[in-house]
């Protein structure tokens, strides 16, 4: 069950992998605003669709004029995604009118929402959601001038709770946040059931638990919080357990409003309380850090190392990764931002590696890969955070299992530079596919790991290590994989490759002490 569970996971992320995460979201809150204003033209939700127009076009012009003004301040390039998907949030939370009052206080709180982007961040990160920030500005605005609106939350209908379910999913498969907001929904609905049960039975009231229940998930909007909002990655720590903290806190709040008076606490401030505590367990890896390109390398035909020297402290653990900025003309569906697994140990910073493939005369090559290949020696970049629990388990008596395909070897040439100058001893079992011999990446580092490494390639690599063994006449499936490392069952399985890999070895990755997948779909 758990194979075949993580077998379809990886199918359906590779396919969600095509596109960057950013153009996913906004394509799915696209798709929810056609489906709000066809909807509206029936009746069945509460905004018509003139003031769902009129209230998108106002968000929309404040939130991209907005960003575009203060990008030019700070010398950054304009990023027309941020500004609509921005907008396209707020338009669901705020109370769309036809009213001038009104559209001047969606106009506030667009405006507030991207400024905060700048004006609440450190190190060159926002450090709140920013359409919650939007939405809390003019709620306390609205509390003196109430003709100005407040945010109302209206997506929070059963006509759409179908839609931001199949549209969320979409975008937390890709971001890899399915469970984080499932601690946050079941959070946020108990506590909520709790709650109304508590305020029937002091009512003196019968209570049904299905009667509670079925409105606080199908006409309320907690579902779209935690897709849309929550989830965002930039405000969210580095670590899986970080983010199960905060996923829970933001839901109890949420499912418990807190009466501060004149307002309450609910979604979007229970969601920026989130967001500050995620600061606080990410503090130093929550800055925008500016690296300098030192040396370009050609470790392998398609394999390209790219060495970097931080400006600024920069700290990760050993099988981490980063996302690296490469701001360029006309990007692609892919965006301009991606994911690296970084390379070196931290025993190396300030300098700092990534690898990537890019294969020679490719007519499939991506803007990002066009745009960073002509990055030369000074040039800097910008790596937006830093996350990850590719990690291996603290005890470094616990067997290990690695299985690389290509690229994704990157992760563990970390881990085991960093064992190696930490002077740690691992029993460690390397699986490393290559398309050919020529492809294995990292030979020398690899081998003064000193772990055995079993190696599935279409061709005979030459002058092999004593300890490395080419796994002859062996296909690397699942029950390839068993044969060659026949104690599995001891190990535990980590795993980096494309997710169609991770897919096929399932069967046999299931029966490992613990599974950790790196999956990722190229670029």
């Not at 359906?12 to 992998?17: D, E, H, I």
């Not at 920030?133 to 209908?157: C, D, M, N, Y």
């Not at 969320?168 to 079941?186: D, H, N, P, S």
């Not at 099988?319 to 970084?342: C, K, M, N, W």
């Amino acid at each position: 069950m758990i194979g075949t569970f993580t077998s379809l996971w990886n199918r359906v992320f590779a396919v969600l992998g095509r596109v960057s995460m950013y153009r996913l979201a906004l394509l799915a809150l696209g798709v929810l605003s056609v489906l709000a204003l066809i909807a509206s033209v029936f009746g069945l939700v509460a905004p018509t669709p003139g003031e769902l127009l009129v209230t998108a076009v106002v968000l929309t012009v404040v939130c991209a004029g907005v960003d575009a003004a203060a990008q030019a301040v700070v010398r950054l390039p304009w990023r027309l995604e941020s500004s609509l998907i921005t907008a396209a949030i707020l338009l669901f939370v705020l109370r769309p009118t036809l009213d001038p009052a009104g559209l001047a206080g969606i106009a506030l709180a667009g405006a507030a929402a991207s400024l905060s982007k700048y004006v609440l961040a450190w190190r060159g990160r926002h450090i709140f959601n920013p359409a919650a920030v939007g939405a809390t500005v003019l709620t306390v605005v609205a509390v003196a001038v109430p003709s100005l609106g407040a945010s109302s939350w209206w997506v929070g209908t059963p006509v759409l709770a179908g839609p931001v379910i199949l549209l969320g999913l979409a975008v937390l498969v890709r971001t890899e946040k399915v469970r984080v907001i499932a601690v946050f929904v079941v959070a946020a609905v108990a506590v909520g059931v709790l709650r109304t049960s508590a305020q029937y039975q002091a009512a003196g009231l019968p209570v049904q638990i299905g009667d509670v229940l079925w409105p606080l998930l199908w006409s309320s909007p907690i579902l779209f919080l935690g897709a849309f909002m929550l989830s965002e990655p930039l405000t969210l720590p580095p670590r899986r357990w970080q983010q199960f903290t905060v996923a829970g806190l933001v839901g109890v709040l949420v499912g418990w409003p807190i009466d501060l008076g004149a307002i309450s606490l609910g979604q979007e401030r229970a969601l920026l309380i989130g967001n500050l505590l995620a600061f606080v367990f990410a503090f130093s890896a929550r800055s925008a850090v500016k690296l300098a390109l030192e040396s370009r390398v050609l470790l392998t035909p398609t394999v390209h190392l790219l060495t970097f020297r931080a400006r600024r402290r920069l700290a990760f653990i050993p099988g981490q990764y980063l996302e690296l900025d490469v701001p360029h003309r006309h990007p692609d569906a892919r965006g301009t931002r991606r994911e690296f697994s970084i390379a070196s140990a931290p025993e190396d910073l300030p300098l700092l590696s990534v690898a990537f493939r890019e294969v020679p005369g490719a007519k499939s090559q991506s803007s990002y890969k066009k745009a960073l290949a002509q990055i030369s020696t000074g040039d800097a970049l910008a790596v937006t955070g830093v996350w990850g629990d590719f990690v291996l388990p603290k005890k470094p008596t616990s067997a290990v299992l690695m299985v690389a395909a290509g690229i994704g070897i990157t992760p563990f040439v970390s881990q085991l530079r960093h064992a190696r100058l930490a002077g740690e001893d691992r029993d460690v079992v390397l699986v490393y596919v290559a398309a050919e011999a020529a492809e294995l990446a990292f030979r020398e580092e690899l081998e003064a790991s000193g772990v055995p490494v079993v190696v599935f390639t279409r061709d005979q690599p030459r002058d092999l290590p004593r300890h490395w063994l080419w796994a002859r006449g062996v296909r690397l499936d699942a029950e390839g994989l068993l044969q060659v490392v026949p104690d599995i069952a001891a190990r535990h399985a980590y795993i980096s490759g494309p997710a169609g890999l991770i897919a096929d070895l399932a069967p046999a990755l299931e029966r490992a002490r613990s599974i950790t997948t790196d999956a990722f779909s190229g670029y």
